[in-house]
């Protein structure tokens, strides 16, 4: 499959470095230099995932990620490029959606290794897997959707992958490290806070389509299952 991977950077230097690192990978580049231009090739093009720096020109990379969660309620991944390292940066960037974060000055290998996770991540679930209900949600795993009373969850893909490991093993409690361990698969975050906010929006999420009913219930010292 030939990924289309849209690079938001308005420094042409680091921008065009991107572009060449994604396409020594065999990766089809889409360059955008201001959150304007994003929005514009967002809308022409779905692109298979999203290199977002912060602050750029007009719409900043905050707005430009809001925009597409909120608003265009758009699933596509997201992996955050920054010189903001702060954890309450990397916590703030998680609520809003993002899928990942790489603290600027970066590696090639470390860019080429997250884009190829979050592609993998997308895709990784074969297509004949039977959908998993519980309560009034249903997940089909091929197609990585999920619907709450027939209405799709836009959900980001780490969520997904969170949602599905509870619906695949309803009894099994999972701790935070070991939902760490098997949907980061050695991601760029070591903290438990990182679960707990995902944990939340998708809680969230919920909530707003079935305030009646409880989909994630915490066991606490422990982790998570379904109640």
Same mark, same amino acid.
């Given at each position: 499959?030939?990924?289309?991977?849209? !690079? !938001?950077?308005?420094?042409?230097?680091?921008?065009?470095?991107?572009?060449?690192?994604?396409?020594?990978?065999?990766?089809?580049?889409?360059?955008?230099?201001?959150?304007?231009?994003?929005?514009?090739?967002?809308?022409?093009?779905?692109?298979?995932?999203?290199?977002?720096?912060?602050?750029?020109?007009?719409?900043?990379?905050?707005?430009?990620?809001?925009?597409?969660?909120?608003?265009?309620?758009?699933?596509?991944?997201?992996?955050?490029?920054?010189?903001?390292?702060?954890?309450?940066?990397?916590?703030?960037?998680?609520?809003?959606?993002?899928?990942?974060?790489?603290?600027?000055?970066?590696?090639? +290998?470390?860019?080429?290794?997250?884009?190829?996770?979050?592609?993998? &991540?997308?895709?990784?679930?074969?297509?004949?897997?039977?959908?998993?209900?519980?309560?009034?949600?249903?997940?089909?795993?091929?197609? &990585?959707?999920?619907?709450? &009373?027939?209405?799709?969850?836009?959900?980001?893909?780490?969520?997904?992958?969170?949602?599905?490991?509870?619906?695949?093993?309803?009894?099994?409690?999972?701790?935070?490290?070991?939902?760490? +361990?098997?949907?980061?698969?050695?991601?760029?975050?070591?903290?438990?806070?990182? !679960?707990? !906010?995902?944990?939340?929006?998708? &809680?969230?999420?919920?909530? @707003?389509?079935?305030?009646?009913? @409880?989909?994630?219930?915490?066991?606490?010292?422990?982790?998570?299952?379904?109640?």
């Amino acid at each position: 499959m030939d990924y289309r991977i849209l !690079v !938001v950077e308005d420094e042409p230097d680091i921008n065009n470095l991107l572009a060449r690192i994604l396409r020594e990978e065999d990766y089809k580049v889409l360059q955008a230099f201001s959150g304007t231009e994003a929005q514009m090739a967002t809308e022409r093009e779905t692109p298979d995932l999203i290199l977002l720096d912060l602050m750029l020109p007009g719409i900043s990379g905050e707005e430009f990620l809001r925009e597409l969660r909120e608003h265009q309620s758009s699933p596509v991944p997201v992996i955050v490029i920054s010189a903001k390292g702060l954890l309450e940066d990397k916590v703030s960037l998680l609520k809003m959606g993002a899928d990942d974060y790489i603290t600027k000055p970066f590696e090639p +290998e470390e860019v080429a290794a997250s884009v190829q996770a979050n592609l993998r &991540r997308w895709g990784k679930e074969p297509e004949a897997e039977k959908p998993l209900t519980y309560k009034n949600l249903k997940l089909s795993p091929g197609a &990585r959707k999920v619907t709450l &009373r027939g209405k799709e969850l836009a959900l980001t893909g780490h969520e997904f992958d969170i949602l599905y490991l509870l619906m695949k093993n309803p009894e099994k409690v999972y701790s935070r490290e070991l939902l760490y +361990e098997q949907v980061w698969h050695g991601g760029y975050y070591g903290e438990n806070n990182t !679960v707990n !906010v995902h944990v939340s929006n998708i &809680r969230k999420k919920i909530k @707003e389509e079935d305030p009646g009913e @409880e989909y994630i219930q915490t066991v606490y010292g422990i982790g998570f299952k379904l109640p």
